[in-house]
């Protein structure tokens, strides 16, 4: 992937409500990996789902899905029952092939709001 | 539960001085990388490493940047000359191998004056 969209700069929900975030990529591989990350203001990078683009069934990890459509290269998060704590900045991140290296998108800050 | 562990948290240094990261990475991982986060923008590759040698560098990767793994347990990032625009957030990351997630350090905040 050479280029990833994540077209929402900044987003609000309401606690318990639920949110999706997108995220287009551009690439010319079939077999790649999908990752988003979330970075609270300590700035730690925290894996939040991954996806295998192989793989057509979409990852569900607790309170966050993902709807991976392959042939639009669309990649979005969905944050069910959202929580204070889900308050970060979001990246999408696809792989390349070789050295599964991460190309991260520019990033979506989410705020939940009490 | 392993983590990447990085070191300093936070460095000040002078233009035209040399900084090294450190960085140690999960103790059974294979692939190791360097991005780095200016204040406010998105996270970029630097470099990745694996079987002691360079796998693929980004363009920011110019000859001031070197990278290490000394021994068995720490990777490095070396920058020669520091100028004031590669001040920003230095985080390093590995993984096992397959599955291809990368676990992140906590970062070194580089703050070049």
């Known amino acids: 992937a050479q280029t990833v969209t994540q077209s929402q700069p900044e987003m609000s929900v309401q606690e318990a409500e639920t949110v999706t975030l997108s995220c287009t990529y551009d690439?010319?591989?079939?077999?790649?990996?999908l990752f988003w990350y979330k970075q609270p203001p300590s700035r730690q990078m925290i894996l939040v789902i991954r996806?295998?683009?192989?793989?057509?069934q979409n990852a569900t990890e607790n309170r966050f899905s993902v709807n991976f459509q392959k042939a639009a290269k669309s990649f979005s998060l969905k944050i069910s029952d959202s929580q204070l704590g889900d308050t970060a900045m979001y990246f999408c991140?696809?792989?390349?092939?070789?050295?599964?290296?991460?190309?991260f998108g520019t990033g979506t800050r989410l705020k939940v709001l009490a | 539960e392993p983590e990447v562990t990085q070191t300093p948290s936070h460095q000040v240094t002078q233009m035209g001085q040399e900084v090294i990261l450190r960085c140690v990475p999960i103790?059974?991982?294979?692939?190791f990388y360097w991005y780095r986060q200016i204040l406010g923008q998105k996270v970029e590759f630097l470099v990745s490493?694996?079987?002691?040698?360079?796998?693929?560098k980004s363009e920011i990767f110019d000859d001031q940047f070197s990278v290490e793994r000394p021994d068995g347990s720490n990777f490095t990032l070396k920058i020669r000359s520091t100028k004031l625009e590669d001040s920003a957030m230095y985080f390093c990351a590995s993984r096992r191998g397959e599955p291809y997630e990368q676990y992140f350090g906590p970062g070194t905040r580089l703050t070049v004056t």
């Open positions: 996806q295998e683009a192989y793989k057509q």
């Open positions: 690439t010319s591989e079939n077999n790649y990996y």
């Open positions: 103790s059974n991982h294979l692939y």
């Open positions: 991140a696809p792989t390349t092939s070789g050295t599964y290296k991460y190309i």
């Open positions: 490493f694996y079987n002691n040698e360079i796998s693929e």
